[in-house]
């Protein structure tokens, strides 16, 4: 996100009438990038990878051509050392952040690039394979089990994962502070900061906010600082916590934190649960998203073949 000091940097550029260099475009762009730590370090990466292909070019000088080309080499594996084709999503996360680039230094109002080049290009189509990354009642119950079994901490955090349908950047940036009640003081909230720094509300539910006091009882009692972020921790490491419990519960699908998501908007719809009421409580900026998860809520409860099966029945 940016700050007070380097939004004064991009104005003291922007005085300036002389040819900006890549590196203080770049740097221009991320001062005004309203995204989370882990998305600008992503878009670091990817603008890094892809000035490396430009070479001398500069990012002002490139052309459809050059994008096209480089889109080419990230299908075909060009760019990747064992040679492999990258999958549409890796080739559209890669397209992504040049897509803001030159999106946002093609403004009007800020005519870094004369054009943008990537209005041309075309983002890969990408297969919808998250309709059945999710886990049953006997899988979930499976793998709470076995964190509880990995101690209060891990089972903490598959509990939050499961309820509350946190993305890990989100589960690891959860404060004290964060969790505050409704006015009447009838019910717990957690203040979550997601995608592009926007901020929701998520209701905790009884059963976890118990689990939430007595993790910090537990601490309490083993003498353990409180921290001020209630999981310190790494991305890495709750990817590893929850594959360990799911090794060790025996669950054959690949489980991984995000499946824990997907968990919570099939559950929650099967429940009963509105888009609207998921879509709020999952940050997604479109019901487009959202409404993935009922197509997969729709074939679980009652699916065409069901319906011939009722007309029939009686007559077969």
């Not at 004064?8 to 300036?16: C, F, P, T």
């Not at 221009?28 to 992503?42: E, L, V």
């Not at 349908?165 to 505050?180: A, K, Y």
Request: glycine share 4%; proline share 5%; hydrophobic share 40%.
């Amino acid at each position: 996100m940016a700050t007070q000091s380097s939004l004064v940097q991009v104005s003291i550029l922007a005085d300036n009438h002389h040819m900006f260099s890549d590196d203080q475009i770049v740097q221009m762009f991320f001062a005004t990038c309203q995204r989370s730590k882990y998305t600008i370090r992503n878009y670091q990466s990817a603008i890094n990878k892809f000035r490396n292909f430009i070479g001398d070019k500069s990012l002002t000088e490139v052309t459809w051509r050059e994008v096209e080309v480089y889109r080419i080499g990230l299908i075909e594996g060009l760019f990747s050392e064992q040679d492999r084709p990258k999958a549409p999503a890796t080739v559209a996360i890669h397209l992504a952040p040049l897509r803001s680039l030159y999106k946002w230094g093609s403004d009007p109002n800020i005519k870094i690039f004369a054009i943008n080049p990537m209005t041309c290009i075309q983002t890969p189509k990408i297969p919808i394979n998250s309709r059945n990354n999710y886990l049953t009642k006997r899988e979930v119950v499976a793998l709470l089990d076995q964190l509880k079994h990995q101690g209060p901490r891990d089972y903490l955090i598959g509990a939050t994962l499961v309820m509350l349908g946190l993305r890990v950047s989100e589960l690891i940036s959860i404060e004290r502070g964060n969790f505050h009640t409704d006015p009447e003081e009838t019910s717990m909230w957690l203040t979550i900061t997601g995608k592009g720094g926007k901020e929701r509300e998520v209701k905790i539910p009884q059963m976890l906010w118990k689990l939430f006091t007595e993790y910090f009882q537990y601490l309490s009692e083993k003498f353990i600082p409180a921290p001020q972020r209630v999981f310190p921790m790494s991305v890495r490491l709750v990817e590893q916590i929850i594959k360990k419990a799911r090794e060790q519960s025996n669950i054959e699908k690949k489980v991984t934190p995000h499946w824990l998501r997907h968990t919570n908007a099939t559950l929650a719809l099967l429940r009963g649960a509105t888009l609207q009421q998921v879509q709020e409580s999952l940050g997604h900026t479109h019901i487009n998203t959202t409404q993935r998860y009922l197509h997969t809520v729709q074939q679980i409860t009652k699916a065409a073949p069901d319906f011939v099966e009722d007309y029939l029945k009686d007559s077969l």
